[in-house]
C-alpha cells in the first residue's frame, strides 16, 4: 500500500516537531526515517499511524485520504520502541490479542485464532514458545513475539519506532534480517524509525533524514552517502 504524506505539520506548545513534511512512499517500499534525537521521527511516524493528529497536511494510504480515520481503522501494525507485551498473558495470548478484541461479527473462530497464531510463530522463528511468559523470554524473543502481534490481523502497513534499540548488536542484526525477510515475504509497506545510520543503511530501500522536523534528505542509501544532500547530513553520517 503506497503512502503518501502532504505537507503535514505538528506542534506541541508552538513548538514546531513537524513542519510541513511531505513523503511520498511507494507500494512494498521499506523506508527508514533517521535523525538525532529530537528531530521529529516519533512524531511522523506517530501521525501516520493516526495516533497523533496533524494541525495540518493530508495523509493517504493509497487512493484513501486517512486524514480523519482512526488508527483502530487505518489497518496497519506498530511495534514500539519498548516491549509493549502484556506481563500476565502468554506469548500466545499477546499475538492473539488484535484478534480476540475485533468486533464479534468479524472476529476469527477460536481455532483460526489458535492457527493463525501458531503460523506467525512459525513466521518469526519461535514455533512451540506459545504458552511462555513474555518474562520467559529473551529481549530478542519478545521484540520478535512484538512483531507477530503486530502482523497478527494483516496490516498491509507496518510501522516500526526503533524496535531493536534496547537489544545488543548481534541480536539486532538477526533481528533486521528477520525483519527484512518478513517485509519482502508479505508483500508489506514498511517505515522503520532508527537514529543508526547504519541500521538505516542496511535495511532500507530508501532512507529520509529529519533535522528539526524537516526532511533533508529522501533517497536511496548508496545516495546519501555519496551525495549528501547537506551540511547537516554529511554532519551526521559523519
Ligand atoms: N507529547 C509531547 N509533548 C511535548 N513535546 C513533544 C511531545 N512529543 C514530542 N515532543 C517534542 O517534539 C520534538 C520531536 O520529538 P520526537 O518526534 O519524539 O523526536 P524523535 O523521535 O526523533 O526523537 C521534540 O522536541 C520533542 O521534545
Ligand atoms: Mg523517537
Not at 495470548?93 to 485464532?113: C, E, H, W, Y
Not at 493463525?116 to 511462555?132: I, K, S, T
Not at 526532511?215 to 544532500?229: D, G, L, M, R, T
Amino acid at each position: 500500500m503506497s503512502i503518501r504524506i502532504e505537507d503535514v505539520s505538528k506542534s506541541y506548545s508552538s513548538y514546531p516537531a513537524l513542519d510541513r513534511v511531505s513523503l511520498e512512499i511507494e507500494d512494498g517500499e521499506f523506508v527508514a526515517l533517521l535523525g538525532p534525537s529530537g528531530s521529529g521521527k516519533t512524531t511522523l511516524l506517530r501521525v501516520i499511524a493516526g495516533l497523533e493528529e496533524p494541525e495540518a497536511g493530508r495523509v493517504w494510504f493509497g487512493q484513501r485520504d486517512v486524514t480523519d480515520t482512526s488508527a483502530a481503522s487505518r489497518g496497519i501494525g506498530f511495534v514500539f520502541q519498548h516491549y509493549a507485551l502484556f506481563g500476565h498473558m502468554t506469548v500466545a495470548q499477546n499475538i492473539a490479542f488484535g484478534l480476540t478484541v475485533m468486533p464479534r461479527a468479524s472476529r476469527p473462530s477460536k481455532a483460526d485464532v489458535g492457527s493463525r497464531v501458531e503460523e506467525l510463530l512459525e513466521l518469526v522463528q519461535l514455533p512451540g514458545l506459545g504458552a511462555r511468559y513474555p518474562s520467559e523470554l529473551s529481549g530478542g524473543q519478545r521484540q520478535r513475539v512484538a512483531l507477530a502481534r503486530a502482523l497478527a490481523r494483516k496490516p498491509k502497513i507496518l510501522l516500526l519506532d526503533e524496535p531493536f534499540g534496547a537489544l545488543d548488536a548481534k541480536v539486532r542484526r538477526e533481528l533486521r534480517g528477520a525483519l527484512r525477510s518478513i517485509h519482502d515475504d508479505l508483500g508489506l509497506t514498511s517505515i522503520f524509525v532508527t537514529h543508526d545510520h547504519e541500521e538505516a543503511f542496511t535495511l532500507a530501500d530508501r532512507v529520509a533524514l529529519l533535522n528539526t522536523g524537516r526532511i533533508e534528505q529522501f533517497a536511496v542509501p548508496s545516495e546519501v552517502e555519496n551525495a549528501p544532500a547537506s551540511q547537516f547530513v554529511r554532519d551526521f553520517l559523519a
